[in-house]
């Protein structure tokens, strides 16, 4: 089974290769970059490698400038695979002696295809021996070949008798080898330079694309200045219409002012009229419970008035019936006078008389009494007649 060997970073083209390459029947090894690359080519050897052009570490460039500057790989065919597929990029492909450059993505079986060829061509070209490489990509492009080193050796097979003729073959064959390097090297540097060129073409290519789509948008944006000039002016008139409401707004907004500044007067002196009501109420109400507390004084007056005059009826009852004592006892003494044997009565009546007396002093200290609780009474009565009429006067006034 040929082995091939894919170098990509892109792990969705090394998917899609190992898939291709694995349906026709080939074995694949998979390669993240370039150093990668390398280090399985310095121990296998593949029967086609296909590698990625521009790569972080090294390059395909580079790759292919490596198989062919080792004996055992020179005839290994490499195809480069890029994604853009320029003047440049094949020129580059020449000067390491690529067998080919295929653009990526890849379209339907095109590297299945061209991986074929590659084997194929290169079995049908087999070398008669080892020490006879393939050499035909390396004639293509006009460079030394391996074969310029090995006709020395043959005809130092075929001349063993010949020393000093196979020193001279050697002597050339070293300069060769020496040139070989040389050109080696300028081809590295080419390579490097070829690398950095075509990142910097990318960037340009990159920054081109940015520059046409910003160029694109420009256009869009100079298209719409009729449409934003218009919108301007529409703009322009709102402003305009919102400017003459902003001074009716300001007028508007000094009536309102006016009109707050007399309903807070308004409010304030509502505010006033609310309390002098809750005033009026209140002296309403302390004048109802006056009134009240006066009918009960007066309602007390006349029962203590009523009282009174129980207690002057009573009195003048009691003194009545003092007068009517005293002149009965007038009558007993000057009977006693006369009738000796009246004594004892007389002096029964001496002391109910006594005890009428007594009664009549109480009745006399109950009388002045009742008088000054009447007479307090009264100016009590005077006072509550007097702020009752004061209350009444307010409340007219009210």
């Given amino acids: 089974?040929?082995?091939?060997?894919?170098?990509?970073?892109s792990i969705a083209?090394?998917?899609?290769?190992?898939?291709?390459?694995?349906?026709?029947?080939?074995?694949?090894?998979?390669?993240?970059?370039?150093?990668?690359?390398?280090?399985?080519?310095?121990?296998?050897?593949?029967?086609?490698?296909?590698?990625?052009?521009?790569?972080?570490?090294?390059?395909?460039?580079?790759?292919?400038?490596?198989?062919?500057?080792?004996?055992?790989?020179?005839?290994?065919?490499?195809?480069?695979?890029?994604?853009?597929?320029?003047?440049?990029?094949?020129?580059?492909?020449?000067?390491?002696?690529?067998?080919?450059?295929?653009?990526?993505?890849?379209?339907?079986?095109?590297?299945?295809?061209?991986v074929l060829e590659l084997i194929a061509k290169r079995q049908s070209f087999a070398p008669a021996s080892v020490a006879e490489p393939v050499s035909a990509p390396l004639a293509a492009v006009g460079e030394?070949?391996?074969?310029?080193?090995?006709?020395?050796?043959?005809?130092?097979?075929?001349?063993?008798?010949?020393?000093?003729?196979?020193?001279?073959?050697?002597?050339?064959?070293?300069?060769?080898?020496?040139?070989?390097?040389?050109?080696?090297?300028?081809?590295?540097?080419?390579?490097?330079?070829?690398?950095?060129?075509?990142?910097?073409?990318?960037a340009e290519r990159t920054r081109l694309n940015e520059l046409q789509a910003t160029l694109t948008k420009v256009e869009q944006q100079v298209s719409r200045?009729?449409?934003?000039?218009?919108?301007?002016?529409?703009?322009?008139?709102?402003?305009?219409?919102?400017?003459?409401?902003?001074?009716?707004?300001?007028?508007?907004?000094?009536?309102?002012?006016?009109?707050?500044?007399?309903?807070?007067?308004?409010?304030?002196?509502?505010?006033?009229?609310?309390?002098?009501?809750?005033?009026?109420?209140?002296?309403?109400?302390?004048?109802r419970e006056a009134e009240a507390r006066l009918a009960n004084a007066e309602q007390l007056t006349a029962e203590l008035h009523q009282k009174l005059q129980d207690l002057e009826a009573e009195l003048l009852t009691e003194r009545r019936k003092g007068a009517e004592a005293v002149g009965q006892l007038q009558e007993l003494e000057q009977v006693a006078m006369n009738v000796q044997a009246m004594e004892e009565l007389l002096t029964v009546e001496r002391d109910r008389s006594g005890t009428l007396a007594q009664r009549a002093t109480e009745a006399e200290q109950a009388a002045e009494s009742a008088t000054k609780r009447l007479e307090e009474m009264a100016r009590k009565l005077g006072e509550i007649a007097s702020l009752a009429s004061q209350l009444g006067s307010g409340r007219g006034q009210s």
């Avoid at 089974?1 to 970073?9: C, E, G, H, N, Q």
């Avoid at 292919?64 to 580059?92: D, M, W, Y």
């Avoid at 064959?173 to 040139?179: G, L, N, Q």
Wanted: proline fraction near 4%; aromatic fraction near 2%; include cysteine.
């Fill in 144 to 202: 030394p070949t391996i074969q310029m080193a090995t006709q020395p050796l043959q005809g130092l097979h075929r001349e063993v008798h010949k020393p000093t003729e196979i020193e001279e073959q050697l002597r050339v064959e070293r300069a060769h080898s020496e040139e070989l390097t040389k050109r080696l090297s300028e081809s590295s540097e080419q390579l490097a330079r070829a690398k950095t060129s075509e990142v910097q073409l990318v």
């Fill in 13 to 114: 083209v090394r998917k899609v290769a190992e898939r291709l390459l694995t349906e026709a029947g080939l074995g694949v090894t998979l390669a993240a970059n370039g150093e990668e690359a390398l280090a399985y080519l310095a121990k296998e050897r593949p029967d086609v490698v296909v590698s990625d052009v521009i790569m972080p570490d090294k390059s395909g460039y580079e790759v292919c400038a490596f198989v062919r500057g080792h004996a055992t790989l020179a005839s290994t065919p490499v195809l480069l695979i890029s994604g853009i597929v320029n003047h440049e990029v094949t020129k580059q492909a020449e000067s390491c002696r690529a067998d080919g450059v295929l653009k990526k993505p890849f379209q339907g079986t095109s590297l299945k295809d061209r």
């Fill in 1 to 9: 089974m040929p082995k091939i060997l894919v170098a990509d970073d």
């Fill in 225 to 287: 200045i009729p449409e934003l000039e218009a919108a301007l002016k529409a703009e322009q008139d709102a402003v305009s219409a919102f400017k003459e409401e902003a001074v009716q707004w300001q007028k508007s907004s000094a009536r309102i002012a006016e009109l707050e500044s007399t309903l807070h007067a308004e409010r304030t002196a509502a505010e006033q009229l609310v309390q002098q009501l809750a005033e009026s109420e209140q002296i309403a109400t302390r004048t």
